[in-house]
C-alpha cells in the first residue's frame, strides 16, 4: 500500500523488481493493507476499505467516508474491522457491507492509528492518541478496557493470533501485554 | 444432375498456369521459402551461375570449360582443303552457350519485336533529335547523309507526305507568303524582365534574304516538337546523369565525359543516343566478360583507353571546366566574358538562353528624410469631451497647445462623429443595421419618447433648484445611504467583487478605475471615501447613478461568477483525444453514500460491486484458481468510449436509484424518529450516562424506560387517558430488546460463530416484519399493557423506573405465554430496522408469521402515524437493551432465550399465505 494511491503485489519468488499487479483503484492514499487466503483488503484515506476477492474476481468497495487508518480481518474472516479518523472504529459484515458494531471513545484524528481484534475476536482494541489503548466488546459495543500505556500517541498495536498477548508500541518504546495469570516461562516465581 | 453440372462447368472453365499438385493425405503443406533462403539457379539446377560464357561464365555441362570435357585444349590439326569452300565465317554465337541464346541471354534468339517494328510513337524524341542534330552539326546535313547511307524507314505517313509534296524541314500546312519586312521591336514597348537572345527574338533562317519575290510563296516553317518528356526523376532540373551508354560504349573516343558542357551538349547527347541506337544492332552489347551477374560490378576494364584522354601539353585546364560534373559556378568562362555582359554562371536549363542585355536595375528610392527636431514617441493629448463646465479647460488646453482657431468647424474636424461628417459632406446614409433601437421605433414613439425624458429632465433640474440650499448636505447624504444600503446588500460578495479579472467598464478605462476604487472601498467600509472615488466633474446626480451603478456591477459581478462556477468544472479528459478509456464500473457518487453513512446505514448503499480481475500470477501465489480463466485483463474492466458518449455521463446506474429511494424513505424515518434513531445502541452517550449514574444497571434501565415515555409526547399523552395506548408496556422489555437487537444485528453468521448456542433465534427478527401483514389481534391485551404502561407513564423518576424495571424482570419469567406473545407483538415495528435487509430474513419470515402480532396490524388499520412513534419506541428500546447488555453476556443469553421462546410461541400459527404480501416491502427496503 503507497501513498500515492495504488497497492502493488509483487512476486516474491522471482526477482523481478516491477510489480505484477497494481491496485490502482483507490483515490487517495493507501493506509493499511491485510491479506487474507484469498482477499486483499485496503483501507485508504479516500474513506473507503476496498476488499480485493482474488477467488470471487469482485472488488468490493465500502464507503466509510473519514480517511480509513486501518484495517483488518476477524478471525474468522467474516468481518471487516475499520478505523478511522472520526475516532470511530467500525465491524463491517465483509460480505454485505453492513454495520454490524461501531467503537468510540478513543480518540484517532490524525495519526495512522492500528486497529486489532483479540485472538477469540471477542474485543476489539485499537491504539489512541491519548496514550492508551482501548479495548471493546465486540457485540455490545462496550468499552470494556483501557490501557493506559504512554503519554503519547500509541503508534503501533499488534494482538497475537492465539494468545491474549498484546503488543504496544510508544514513544519510543515497546511493551508487551499479557493477562493477570501469565507467568513468564523463564520465571520462577 | 449435379454431378454433369459441375463437369460441364469445368469444362467451360479457363484454367491458366499449372494447377497445384492435390495435396496428400495427411501431408503438410510447405511452408514458403523466405526469400532471404531463396537461391538463383541456373536452368540446370545449378547455384549461382546462371550465366552462358558470354555473361561471365562457361557452362555447358561442363562447368567453366567452353564445354567440353577438355575446355580450351586446341584441338588437332585438321586439313580443311576440302572443305575451303564450305569454310563458314564464325559470329560471336558460335562461341556461345545456349543460355546466352535463352530468353534472357545476352544474345536472344527468340522472337522479339525491333525497333522497325516497334511503334513510332516511342521514336519520335529520337526523330526529333536527329533534326535537331542535323541543324546544329558542324557540318549541317550530316544526318541527311546518315539518312541516305543508312536503311530507310520510312512510315507510310511520311511517304504520303512526300507524295504530296512536302519535303524535310519544311512545315505542313498551306503555302504562305512571307511578310517582307519583319517588324522592328517597337522601342516604346517596354520588355520586363530579360531582353530575349536575338536568334530566339524572332524566326532566324529566312531573315537574311531581304529580296523577296512577290508571287513566290513558301511552305510553312516547321515546327520544332516541343519536348514534352515528363521529368521522372528527382534530379535537379537540367540534370542529366551520366549516360551509361556514353560511359561505356563510345565515350572513349571522344572527349572527357563531360556533362554540362553547355551549349554543345545537348547535340553530343543526341549524338550518343543515334550511336547507341546504332550499337544496339550488333546484338551484343554491355560487358560481356568479367562480370557475372551476381558479383559486383568490376571497373570497365576492358574499355578501351585513348590517348586522347589524357593531357599531353601542360597547360591551363582549358578545355575542361574543371569542375568534374559538378553542376557549379563556370569560373573560367565567366573570367573570359566582358565585364559589361550579363554574368550568369552556371549551366543553362535547356528551353532557356542568356540575355542580352541585363535587366534594367531596380531604382531604389530612398526613405523620406526625417525632420530635424522629430522624436520618436508619440505624445497623447487629453482628450477633453465638450461640456459646459470642460469647455474653458478645452480652450485652455487649445490655446497652450497653440492649436485655438476661429473656425469652429475645422476646430472640430477630429471631433465630428462619422454621422456628422457624412452630414457635411452630403452623403447619403449607410444601409446597414441601424445603430440604436430608437431607428427601429417609429416616428411617433420617439417623439413621445423624447418628450418623456424631457419630462423627467425637467423635473430633475426642477428639484436640483428647489433643493439648491439644502442639495448640498442632502445629495451628500443620499448617496451615502444608498452606499450603506448596497453595502449591506453586497456584504457577503464584495470579496470576489472588483477582482481583476471582472471589468464592467473596461470600455471606459476612467470608469473602470473608478470603479475599481470603489469596490475596495466598499469593501474596506469607507464611508465617507466612496465619494472620492467618483469623477469631480460630475454632477452630484450623476454621481449618485453611477455609485447605483456600480453597486450594481459589483452585485451582478458576483451572481454571475457563482453561476459560472457552479456549473462548471475541471476537464476530466484532455481535450485532443477523442475517446477515452473509462472504467466500465465507477464507483458511484458519493452523495448518497455520504448520506447512508451519517445515518449509519452501512451496507447495500455504501457498498459498490465491480468485477476485478486479478493478475494470473497474483492468482497462482495466493493459491487460488483464476475466477476469470479467459479473460486477459488484469484490475478493473476498462471501456473505451468516445470522450462525448451519453454513457460516460449515465454512471448513475440501477443501485444508486434505489439508493435514493431507499434514502428517501429513510430520510422520512429518519424524520419520524429524529434523535433516538441515531442513538443506536453503539451510541458513546449512552454509555457515558451510564457510567455517570453508575448506582445499578437497573436505574439506567428505567431511566430508559422512562425516555421511551417521554418520546412519544402528545399521542402517547391523548391516549393514555382512552386506554388504548400505543406506548408499549414496560414489562415488554426483554422481549423488545431482543427484537430489536435482532434487527439490529443482521448477519447471523457473526453471531453464530461467538455464540454458538443461538440456533432458533433467526425467527424473531422475522416477526416485526409479520406484525404489519396480520390481522388484528384482539383489544383486551391492548388494554392489559396500557394498564401496565400507566405507571411508568404517569412520572418519569428514577424511583419509578426502578420499580418498572423490577416488575418487568419479574414479568419476563412470570407472565404466561399469551401474555408474552403479545408483548412481543406489541413491540415488533412495523418497519425494519433500515439496517436489516439482508438475504437471511427472508427466509425467516416464511417461517415466523405469528398470530398474536395482528394486533399491531389493527393498530395500523387504525393510526397510520402511530407506527412512526412505534419506531421511536423502538430505538428507545434498543438503547435500553444495550444497556441490559452492558451487564454481561449472560443477561444477554438469556434474553436470546426469551426470545426464542417467544418465538417458538408465535411460530406456532404457520403464515405461509403472507409471505407473499411481504415481498414488495421487502424488495423496497433493498
Not at chain 2, 842 to 864: D, N, Q, V, W, Y
Amino acid at each position: 500500500g503507497s501513498i500515492d494511491s495504488t497497492v502493488r503485489c509483487w512476486d516474491c519468488r522471482s526477482r523481478r523488481p516491477d510489480p505484477i499487479q497494481v491496485l490502482d483503484e483507490a483515490k487517495d492514499g493507501i493506509s493499511s493493507v491485510k491479506l487474507s487466503g484469498h482477499e486483499i483488503l485496503t483501507g485508504s484515506v479516500d474513506g473507503r476499505v476496498r476488499r480485493y476477492d482474488l477467488r470471487a474476481g469482485q472488488l468490493c468497495s465500502d464507503y466509510i467516508g473519514s480517511p480509513i487508518t486501518s484495517v483488518c480481518f476477524s478471525k474468522d474472516g467474516q468481518c471487516v474491522l475499520a478505523a478511522s479518523l472520526d475516532s470511530t472504529l467500525r465491524l463491517l459484515d465483509k460480505d454485505t457491507g453492513e454495520l454490524l458494531g461501531e467503537y468510540t471513545g478513543h480518540r484517532s484524528t490524525t495519526y495512522r492509528l492500528d486497529c486489532v481484534l483479540n485472538e477469540q475476536d471477542t474485543h476489539v482494541g485499537c491504539a489512541s492518541e491519548d496514550g492508551r489503548v482501548y479495548f471493546w466488546d465486540l457485540v455490545e459495543g462496550s468499552l470494556a478496557l483501557s490501557l493506559p500505556v504512554g503519554q503519547g500517541v500509541v503508534q503501533s498495536l499488534a494482538f497475537h493470533p492465539r494468545l491474549p498477548c498484546l503488543l504496544v508500541a510508544t514513544q519510543g518504546q515497546v511493551t508487551l501485554w499479557r493477562e493477570d495469570t501469565f507467568q513468564p516461562e523463564g520465571d520462577p516465581g | 444432375a449435379a454431378a454433369e453440372s459441375s463437369d460441364s462447368e469445368e469444362e467451360d472453365l479457363v484454367s491458366y498456369g499449372s494447377a497445384l499438385q492435390p495435396l496428400q493425405e495427411g501431408e503438410r503443406i510447405k511452408k514458403p521459402v523466405p526469400l532471404q533462403e531463396q537461391t538463383v539457379k541456373d536452368a540446370k539446377g545449378r547455384y549461382q551461375r546462371f550465366h552462358g560464357a558470354f555473361t561471365g561464365g562457361f557452362s555447358a555441362g561442363y562447368f567453366n570449360t567452353v564445354g567440353t570435357k577438355e575446355g580450351w585444349t586446341p584441338s588437332a590439326f585438321v586439313s580443311s582443303r576440302q572443305k575451303r569452300a564450305g569454310r563458314t565465317i564464325l559470329g560471336p554465337e558460335d562461341f556461345m552457350d545456349e543460355e546466352d541464346l535463352s530468353e534472357f541471354g545476352i544474345a536472344p534468339k527468340d522472337i522479339t519485336t525491333t525497333d522497325d517494328f516497334a511503334s513510332k510513337a516511342k521514336d519520335r524524341i529520337k526523330e526529333k533529335a536527329k533534326q535537331i542534330a542535323g541543324a546544329v552539326a558542324p557540318i549541317p546535313g550530316t544526318t541527311a547523309f546518315d539518312d541516305l547511307i543508312g536503311p530507310s524507314k520510312i512510315t507510310v505517313g511520311v511517304e504520303l507526305l512526300r507524295k504530296m509534296g512536302w519535303k524535310e524541314g519544311q512545315g505542313i500546312g498551306p503555302r504562305v507568303k512571307r511578310k517582307p519586312c519583319r517588324q522592328k521591336p517597337d522601342p516604346t514597348v517596354k520588355i520586363y524582365g530579360c531582353a530575349l537572345p536575338p536568334g530566339l527574338s524572332e524566326a532566324s533562317e529566312d531573315e537574311e534574304d531581304d529580296y523577296q519575290p512577290e508571287n513566290v510563296t513558301f511552305a510553312p516553317k516547321d515546327v520544332m516538337p516541343v519536348d514534352l518528356t515528363p521529368k521522372h526523376n528527382v534530379h535537379g532540373l537540367g540534370y542529366k546523369g551520366l549516360d551509361p551508354s556514353q560511359a561505356l560504349f563510345g565515350a572513349s573516343g571522344r572527349e572527357h565525359l563531360n556533362l554540362f558542357t553547355g551549349g554543345s551538349e545537348e547535340t553530343s547527347n543526341f549524338l550518343d543516343d543515334l550511336r547507341h541506337s546504332e550499337g544496339r544492332k550488333l546484338g551484343i552489347t554491355g560487358q560481356a566478360f568479367g562480370v557475372g551477374a551476381l558479383e559486383e560490378e568490376d571497373d570497365d576494364i576492358y574499355a578501351t583507353d585513348t590517348l586522347s584522354k589524357y593531357d599531353t601539353v601542360l597547360k591551363d585546364e582549358e578545355p575542361g571546366d574543371g569542375l568534374y560534373g559538378w553542376t557549379a559556378p563556370k569560373q573560367y568562362k565567366s573570367k573570359k566574358r566582358p565585364e559589361g555582359e550579363f554574368k550568369y554562371i552556371g549551366k543553362i536549363l535547356a528551353g532557356f538562353s542568356l540575355a542580352s542585355k541585363p535587366s534594367a536595375a531596380l531604382k531604389i528610392y530612398p526613405p523620406p528624410s526625417l525632420p530635424r527636431n522629430y522624436r520618436p514617441v508619440h505624445y497623447f493629448r487629453p482628450v477633453i469631451t465638450a461640456g459646459s463646465e470642460n469647455c474653458r479647460v478645452q480652450k485652455v488646453l487649445e490655446e497652450s497647445t497653440g492649436k485655438l482657431e476661429s473656425d469652429p468647424a475645422h476646430q472640430s474636424r477630429h471631433a465630428l462623429t462619422a454621422a456628422q461628417r457624412r452630414e457635411q459632406l452630403g452623403e447619403t446614409e449607410l444601409k446597414g443595421p441601424a445603430p440604436s433601437i430608437l431607428e427601429y421605433l417609429s416616428e411617433k414613439d420617439r417623439q413621445r419618447l423624447k418628450e418623456v425624458k424631457q419630462a423627467s429632465e425637467q423635473q430633475m433640474k426642477a428639484k436640483i433648484l428647489s433643493q439648491q440650499a439644502p442639495k448640498s448636505r442632502l445629495q451628500l447624504a443620499s448617496p451615502e445611504d444608498a452606499a450603506h444600503k448596497w453595502r449591506k446588500l453586497l456584504e457577503g460578495q464584495l470579496e470576489n467583487a472588483g477582482s481583476s479579472d471582472f471589468k464592467p467598464f473596461a470600455k471606459d478605462p476612467e470608469k473602470q478605475k473608478r470603479y475599481e476604487n470603489f469596490v475596495k472601498s466598499l469593501k474596506q467600509g469607507e464611508k465617507g471615501s466612496l465619494e472620492r472615488f467618483l469623477d469631480p466633474n460630475m454632477t452630484e446626480w450623476e454621481r449618485g447613478r453611477e455609485q447605483e451603478e456600480f453597486c450594481r456591477a459589483a452585485m451582478f459581478y458576483r451572481s454571475s461568477n457563482s453561476t459560472l462556477s457552479s456549473r462548471f468544472t475541471r476537464a476530466k479528459y484532455e481535450d485532443d483525444v477523442d475517446k477515452v478509456e473509462v472504467p466500465r464500473d465507477q464507483e458511484n457518487d458519493i452523495d448518497d453514500k455520504e448520506k447512508a453513512v451519517k445515518m449509519k446505514m452501512f451496507g447495500k448503499l455504501t457498498r459498490d460491486m465491480f468485477e476485478w480481475h486479478p493478475d494470473k500470477l497474483l492468482c497462482k501465489r495466493f493459491n487460488v484458481r483464476h475466477p476469470y480463466p479467459d479473460s486477459s485483463l488484469v484490475g478493473l474492466p476498462k471501456v473505451k468510449r468516445d470522450k462525448y458518449s451519453v454513457f460516460n455521463f449515465l454512471t448513475v446506474s440501477e443501485p444508486t436509484t434505489s439508493v435514493t429511494q431507499a434514502t428517501n424513505e429513510k430520510i422520512q424515518e429518519n424524520n419520524s424518529l429524529n434523535k433516538p434513531r441515531k442513538s443506536s445502541r453503539w451510541d458513546v452517550s449512552d454509555k457515558d450516562q451510564e457510567k455517570k449514574d453508575s448506582i445499578s444497571e437497573f436505574i439506567s434501565l428505567a431511566r430508559s424506560k422512562a425516555d421511551v415515555q417521554q418520546h412519544p409526547p402528545v399521542p402517547a399523552a391523548e391516549e393514555s387517558g382512552t386506554g388504548t395506548t400505543e406506548t408499549p408496556p414496560a414489562v415488554v422489555t426483554d422481549d423488545d430488546k431482543n427484537q430489536e437487537e435482532e434487527s439490529k444485528r443482521p448477519p447471523m453468521d457473526l453471531f453464530k460463530a461467538i455464540f454458538v448456542s443461538s440456533s432458533d433465534e433467526k425467527s424473531s427478527s422475522s416477526e416485526e416484519e409479520s406484525d404489519e401483514e396480520q390481522q388484528a389481534a384482539p383489544l383486551e391485551r391492548e388494554s392489559e399493557t396500557t394498564k401496565q404502561v400507566d405507571a411508568p407513564h404517569s412520572s418519569s423518576s428514577n424511583l419509578q423506573g426502578k420499580t418498572v424495571t423490577a416488575t418487568s424482570d419479574s414479568g419476563i419469567s412470570s407472565l404466561p405465554p399469551s401474555k408474552q406473545e403479545l408483548d412481543a407483538s406489541e413491540e415488533f415495528g412495523p418497519k425494519l430496522p433500515p439496517a436489516f435487509s439482508s438475504g437471511r430474513s427472508c427466509k425467516h419470515l416464511e417461517a415466523t408469521f405469528s398470530g398474536p402480532s395482528r394486533k399491531e396490524k389493527h393498530r395500523k388499520i387504525r393510526e397510520r402515524h402511530k407506527t412512526k412513534k412505534e419506531r421511536k419506541h423502538k430505538k428507545e428500546k434498543k438503547k435500553k437493551h444495550k444497556k441490559q447488555k452492558n451487564k454481561g453476556k449472560h443477561k444477554n443469553k438469556k434474553s436470546e432465550k426469551d426470545s426464542s421462546s417467544d418465538t417458538t410461541d408465535s411460530s406456532d400459527s404457520p403464515v405461509d399465505t403472507d409471505t407473499t404480501g411481504l415481498s414488495p416491502k421487502e424488495l423496497l427496503r433493498r
